[in-house]
């Protein structure tokens, strides 16, 4: 029996894994070879999915990009002994782009069938569960905390110190929430995780629960992605069978019950307090804070509220201990970052490495530069409230820090490249536009403001009073900036004044008003 | 999926199995808006009267989420994504051309009933702009032609 992948991640199935997999079970029926059909999630070589592996005594071997048609000829090419093929990729784990990562949130991805919990576990998994269970709380906390692990959903806040406020928190009842609302255009992280290898999140948050003493968690996962809806229940079942999720979590005791919320197209609800608002039944209005929903939370309870790739990360801390993840990195930054390259590029795909890494190796050694051939003008870091940045500053680390020092944000690591033909000030009207339409309407800066914003960059775009107006969009910058109550108006300006402080020539503004 | 009409005994039953949890209203809706293709106005009352909620907060937190629609769609949904991975690979382009292709804008439904569009911010398909997602499926390097060609093999089939 050989075994073929043809994986089953959304990108893969956006350019026909379906069509791919059905003709693999067909062909071989046809030919009575005796195959089994393993629908992995992605390696993230996205520009070569659908990418098809066959298992062999020398490894797995890649061929991509496959379509149906293919199919035929790879059997009659013997590709399930490695036969060469034009669409032939070698060994999947010598491919440049995998090779010269550091796959550690990531390492079962693509590799393991993301709904098989004995293959979770015959790849290491559970084993972070296993040896949190015989500590007490705050060891757990004390290893996350020895991590450095910050919060990978943009903030970076560390996840130690939120756990330890959760912890000494009073509560008849605590909660884990998972944040997978990833909204951001350019990352896709969280989806691959979760359509990917679902259990590992499912683990970090059993091990979150244990750490503070919370019995129940939610992830509250957007509508866009019905695949990793459908990975995550299936994966929530076999957990539950198996004994790691519910009430005596293998035989210790224990109890945590899991539960995934859609959310339904509102952005601002990757806000943690308006995702909690969301989850309670209502409109997703940003709640002030404090109090902070570590102390009062979910249904007023203390809350954990963690992006998915920081929970993800929990396991492989508790495996190995916080002080091999906390080697990989640089600076306050410590471990590994998801880095999703997307938009104009022609190697697109998921690359994890430690903290430190330039962006112009990440544009142009794993990118391999635009797709469209022409120059790449600006790469917009950290989704629609991260500023673009230009070529000058392409050597910058991916470091918070680093990035802070510019003007610019690392957020959840989503990079999206724009080649010369990109008009910067109709990136930054749309920048309002987004913050207007999706505006949670509570505080006058970002519900006002960025409607405003969208009408002072159309006069400047018509060469209307062009210099009154850029002051004026400068002043109503510097109010969504210091007034409003969360990151969606006071992170507009970012992509706004990054674009106009950069390409001032795109704004019809004289040079001079550059970082004015 | 259902249209222009509604049944209330499906809804009723949707609310009474899904009422008691915590936080129950999102589940509802989306039960709800899954079984009918919308959020029916004549269910507020009910729904609001289950939850022990006023029509106004019910009302209010279906307006508050794009995705919840109180009007019957197509039979088919497109969602075309316009977040700037997208636009970097041309999602103005194939806008404008899906846009001229169906005959409708966003928010309307074509006039043999068979599809609605509706603008989306990001399908998390960055590595494959332009993305758009039809119902539950997800096409990736959507060219215009490409475009014509999905549509064309999804028109008539029922998902």
């Given at each position: 029996m050989v075994k073929v992948y043809v994986p089953r991640d959304s990108c893969a199935l956006s350019l026909g894994a379906e069509a791919v997999a059905s003709a693999v079970t067909r062909i071989a029926g046809q030919r009575g070879l005796d195959v089994s059909l393993v629908r992995n999630g992605s390696r993230g070589l996205y520009w070569l999915e659908p990418m098809v592996e066959v298992e062999t005594p020398q490894g797995r071997i890649a061929f991509g990009p496959v379509t149906a048609q293919d199919v035929e000829s790879l059997f009659d090419q013997d590709f399930l002994s490695g036969g060469q093929h034009a669409l032939s990729l070698g060994l999947t784990e010598e491919i440049p782009f995998l090779k010269n990562q550091e796959r550690l949130t990531f390492a079962r991805v693509g590799i393991?069938?993301?709904?098989?919990l004995e293959d979770y576990v015959a790849h290491e998994g559970y084993q972070g569960l296993r040896n949190a269970l015989v500590m007490a709380p705050a060891q757990i906390v004390d290893e996350v905390t020895e991590s450095g692990l910050r919060g990978r959903g943009g903030a970076a806040f560390p996840t130690g110190i939120k756990w330890r406020t959760v912890l000494g928190a009073e509560g008849d009842q605590k909660y884990i929430v998972c944040n997978?609302?990833?909204?951001?255009?350019?990352?896709f992280s969280d989806r691959m995780i979760m359509e990917g290898d679902p259990f590992v999140l499912i683990e970090g948050m059993t091990i979150a629960g244990l750490a503070v003493g919370a019995t129940k968690g939610y992830i509250y996962l957007r509508f866009e992605y019905p695949h990793a809806e459908r990975n995550l229940n299936a994966a929530i079942r076999a957990a539950e069978a198996g004994g790691f999720?519910?009430?005596?979590i293998q035989g210790s005791g224990k109890t945590f019950h899991l539960e995934v919320r859609i959310g339904a197209g509102a952005y601002v609800c990757g806000e943690e307090t308006s995702l909690l608002e969301s989850l309670e039944g209502r409109r997703g209005l940003v709640r002030f804070k404090p109090p902070l929903p570590a102390i009062k939370g979910l249904f007023g309870k203390p809350t954990v509220i963690n992006n998915v790739i920081s929970l993800a990360s929990v396991p492989i801390i508790l495996a190995k201990g916080g002080s091999y993840y906390k080697d990989f990195g640089m600076g306050r930054s410590r471990g590994t970052l998801p880095i999703q390259l997307a938009g104009n590029l022609k190697q697109t795909g998921l690359v994890e490495r430690a903290f430190g890494v330039t962006l112009r190796e990440i544009l142009y050694d794993y990118g391999g530069g635009s797709q469209s051939g022409r120059p790449i003008k600006a790469v917009q870091v950290g989704g629609p409230l991260g500023a673009y940045v230009p070529e000058s500053q392409f050597d910058t680390p991916l470091d918070y820090e680093a990035f802070a020092a510019l003007w610019a944000v690392l957020g959840h690591g989503g990079v999206v490249a724009f080649d010369d033909s990109v008009d910067m000030s109709k990136m930054a009207r749309y920048g309002m536009e987004f913050c207007a339409t999706e505006s949670c309407g509570k505080c006058t800066p970002c519900r006002i403001g960025s409607t405003r914003g969208v009408e002072v960059i159309d006069h400047i775009r018509e060469g209307k009073n062009v210099s009154e107006n850029l002051k004026l969009l400068r002043d109503l910058s510097d109010t969504m900036l210091a007034?409003?109550?969360?990151?969606?108006g006071g992170m507009t300006p970012y992509p706004v004044l990054s674009a106009l402080n950069h390409f001032p020539e795109d704004f019809g503004a004289p040079a001079d008003n550059a970082s004015a | 999926m259902k249209h222009d009409d509604w049944d209330s005994k499906e809804i009723e039953a949707v609310i009474e199995a899904l009422k008691d949890q915590p936080g129950a209203l999102l589940p509802i809706l989306h039960a709800i808006q899954d079984q009918q293709g919308f959020v029916p106005p004549e269910s507020v009352p009910v729904i609001a009267e289950a939850l022990n909620l006023t029509r106004a907060e019910v009302h209010g937190v279906i307006t508050f989420y794009h995705y919840f629609r109180q009007t019957p769609p197509g039979r088919k949904t497109i969602h075309l994504c316009r977040a700037e991975s997208c636009q970097s690979m041309g999602s103005d382009v194939l806008e404008a051309h899906a846009k001229a292709s169906l005959g409708i804008d966003y928010h309307e439904n074509t006039k043999d009933g068979e599809f609605s569009l509706e603008p989306v911010y990001c399908l998390g398909n960055c590595a494959c702009s332009p993305a758009i997602m039809i119902d539950k499926e997800i096409f990736g390097r959507v060219t215009p032609e490409r475009f014509d060609a999905i549509v064309e093999e999804v028109r008539g089939t029922h998902g």
């Open positions: 393991t069938d993301p709904v098989s997978a609302d990833e909204g951001d255009s350019g990352t999720l519910g009430d005596n007034g409003s109550l969360c990151a969606l | -």
